[in-house]
């Protein structure tokens, strides 16, 4: 790679780079700061930088680097969604409650990039509490999607979404409760993992919906994701659902050849709903697996249907739950005045909270009422069983699942933020495997032409048996070895010179 290219590179070459000598972490940092600096003003997927911290880490990297020691990811700028506790760090979640705070400790993931010797480059924005599908939730403000400025970048992880795909972080992450690593991935066209719940510790993570929260890499292909997992994935005893399991190296299987896999396409995945053009790019990747050697298996997920609302009841009632410690007191956003410690909870909130936030709570403290419970919450966790158990009969027939990651591409902002239900839908493909516990990851496999005739990214979404997270990896290599739309990045109006 030419170093006038730099921030179109892969995480091997950059490592490459750095450990030949031929670039410092230093040097790499600041090539990516200057492109912050130039583009973020627009885009606004930062909403925290700290120079003097950031460049203090690529030092530490650059003496790591020349005493031999260094990490696959040593001294590699990668972005942070605003999600992770990070010591030192405004830790925002896209809130106005958490506005101010600043975080005395490092979430697993951020310690994990650490100990790697990774350069936090900043924080990236996000739908507040990582609710919503097109980061216009964030109190911080919209993000552009960076393929048309006039389009969202998808949601929750947006600001994480476009700082990959304008090439302003080497790599980032971002977490995923019902698919805000992989619908982003589509919108903005790069490669992004949802692991198996439980391989990422969610310690330090701020929770939305605990058990479908989880954290994921957002990098170009899905080598640079591996490499992101081989960093973020492992047991850490501070989260009760981590699991304890073997070390694992998601290299190991990315030049395995694809003759004989056996790919099932779900046809509820395929039904009304699906935007045509979207479609048809589906339809070309899957040709291009069956080039590759791959089998074509028709499958049915019957219960596709049943999800989002499965959904929009149990992560609303979690939420309810893991949000209610924000009351003014220990931290977060006070009302500046008030009548008495009622009153401080009630204006706290009301002021610290947006309407897509408070809505969540509304229906989580209803469905978990007394008198609901039943009718609610009890039948959403058994229907939520009957769509992890329709994923168990489909990969007695085949080794992983392919559709889309979402119905259309990246809509305009402001399209539909008066009307929840249809923002809901966005998620209609990637929900489920969150309900189901399950890997996910979305693949760019090419263009559609929008009404207004922009080419906007579309991405293959690949959902994995449980642990597969390495075979996926390989799935998804395979076809970044015949496919180019992963190295494609948008061409950007001029910026901050
Ligand atoms: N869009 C979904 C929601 O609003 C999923 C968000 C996420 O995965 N964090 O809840």
Known sequence: MAKNDLSNGSLKSYADL??????????????????????????????????????????AADVRIASGKAAPLT????????????????????SKMLANFVAPYDAHVISQFDAAGAVNLGKTNMDEFAMGSSNETSYFGGVKNPWSF????????????????????????GTDTGGSIRQPASLCGFTGLKPTYGVVSR????????????????????EDCALMMNVMAGFDERDSTSLDRAKEDYCRDLNKPLAGLKIGLPKEFFAEGLSADVGKVIGNSIAEYKKLGAEIIDISLPNTGLSIPVYYVLAPAEASSNLSRYDGVRYGHRADSY?????????????????????????????????????????????RRLIAQDFVEAFKQCDVIMGPAAPSTAFKAGEKVDDP???YLQDIYTISTNLAGLPGMSVPAGFANSNDGKALPVGLQIIGNYFDEARML???????????????APSLPEGNA
């Open 474 to 488: 390989n799935v998804a290599h395979q076809y970044q070895q015949v496919t180019d739309w992963h190295n494609q």
């Open 339 to 383: 009548t008495d410690l009622m009153d401080m909870y009630c204006k706290s909130r009301a002021q610290g909270f947006g309407a897509e936030v408070k809505r969540r709570i509304l229906i989580g403290t209803y469905v978990l009422s007394a008198g609901y419970y039943d009718a609610y919450y009890l039948k959403a966790q058994q229907i």
């Open 203 to 222: 310690f330090g993570m701020i929770a939305f919906a605990s058990s479908l929260d989880q954290a994921g890499p957002m990098a170009k292909s899905a």
């Open 150 to 173: 006039d389009r969202v970048p998808g949601g929750s992880s947006g600001g994480s979404a476009a700082a990959v795909a304008a090439r302003l972080c080497a790599a980032a992450t």
């Open 75 to 94: 001294g590699i700028p990668i972005a942070q969604k605003d999600i992770f506790c990070a010591k030192g760090w405004p830790t925002t979640c896209g």
């Open 421 to 423: 239900v249809a923002m």
């Open 18 to 59: 750095l450990q030949s000598k031929q670039i410092s972490s230093v040097e790499l940092t600041q090539e990516f700061l200057a492109r912050i600096h130039r583009y973020n003003p627009s885009i606004n997927a930062f909403i925290a930088l700290d120079e003097a911290k950031t460049l203090a880490q690529a030092k």
